[in-house]
């Protein structure tokens, strides 16, 4: 039986703060940090000794992920290096239930630390990883929990639909939002774009983000949102400073990701990024949305009060 979400991903958790006092590393203590960590890189088990003699947290995460690359299968450990933060450890990388309990156990006896399960239940990227593990060593909260929406909710409160619904998947947090869509490949568009070669169009591109900015203002939080928004009134009004420096074809998954600029009603905009496999593929620095508010409902008078029975 397959371990839940929270058991493939447990394996940051950590009460730890950056004035952790450094412990006293012995000799024996070092080889055996060395012997454990034989098949990871030299930068993870220097990361790893100079962690155990100081206590500085920042080393943890060069740790961390040393150790799980030393799980992937060979072709999977390039998508680590540079920019991986998009990536899904189960998804991306196929990190497995059984994998991630031995990650769990060498991380545990590596950094000698006890890995709490219920603080990570969350945490499904490398990002999310990187954010965590950033907040705790330096004594900081933990990161706001991100609402996650599926295509069934997405469907449910997007004035936008298949076939023209390019958010498959997404994550809310306060101010920004990411998401997801894989280019099938049967979109109607692509037959004619281009003959033959198939290429998902930079301003489908520039459609998703602002999709996505739309599912911000429905489903998001930000001070400048009052209260809830109507969606028959969003509709998109400027693109400003787009880029686009990568062609994406079928097969390619697209990761969308949005962050808020500035929300005062009626306008909404947003700075927006498109990657595959970490490799930018296109950029806005404004979108700019109109929206508004859905109607007050006013509140049902008090009914007369009932007359006395004789």
């Known amino acids: 039986m397959g371990l839940p979400l929270t058991a493939r991903v447990s394996f940051l958790s950590r009460n ?28 993870c088990v220097e990361a790893a000794v100079a962690f155990r003699r100081t206590g500085d947290a920042s080393l943890v995460g060069a740790v961390v992920i040393g150790i799980l690359a ?27 239930s059984l994998t991630m309990v031995e990650v769990v156990m060498l ?7 006890k890995i709490e399960n ?23 909260p933990p990161p706001e929990k991100p609402v996650r929406v599926d295509i069934a909710d997405i469907v449910a ?78 509709y998109f009004t400027s693109a400003d400073g787009v880029r686009c420096s990568r062609i994406c074809k079928p097969g390619d998954v697209l990761t969308l990701a949005v962050k808020v600029k500035r929300i005062k009603h009626p306008v909404a905009v947003f700075e927006g990024v498109i990657s ?9 620095e404004e979108i700019a949305l109109t929206f508004d508010y859905a109607p007050e409902v006013p509140v049902a008078e008090a009914a007369p009060a009932a007359e006395p029975v004789a």
């Open 276 to 284: 595959v496999n970490g490799e930018k593929a296109s950029f806005a």
């Open 157 to 234: 409160v997007m004035p936008q639909q298949p076939p023209f619904l390019f958010v498959q998947e997404a994550e809310l947090r306060r101010g920004e939002a990411k998401g997801v869509y894989k280019i099938a490949g049967q979109e109607f568009f692509l037959e004619g774009h281009f003959k033959g070669r198939p290429v998902f169009p930079a301003s489908i591109q520039l459609e998703a983000l602002g999709q996505l900015g739309v599912l911000f203002l429905l489903k998001g939080k930000h001070p400048g949102i009052e209260r809830e928004v109507n969606p028959e009134t969003i």
């Open 70 to 96: 030393r799980f992937l299968e060979p072709e999977q450990r390039p998508k680590l290096q540079g920019e991986c933060d998009h990536l899904r450890l189960m998804d991306d990388l196929g990190v497995d």
């Open 107 to 113: 991380v545990e006896e590596t950094l000698s630390m």
């Open 118 to 140: 219920e603080d990570l239940r969350d945490l499904r990227t490398i990002g999310d990883i990187r954010v965590y593990v950033d907040a705790k060593a330096r004594g900081l």
């Open 16 to 43: 730890m703060s950056a004035a952790e006092t450094p412990r006293c590393l012995t000799p024996e203590d070092e080889a055996q940090i060395r012997e454990s960590l034989k098949r990871c890189s030299p930068e």
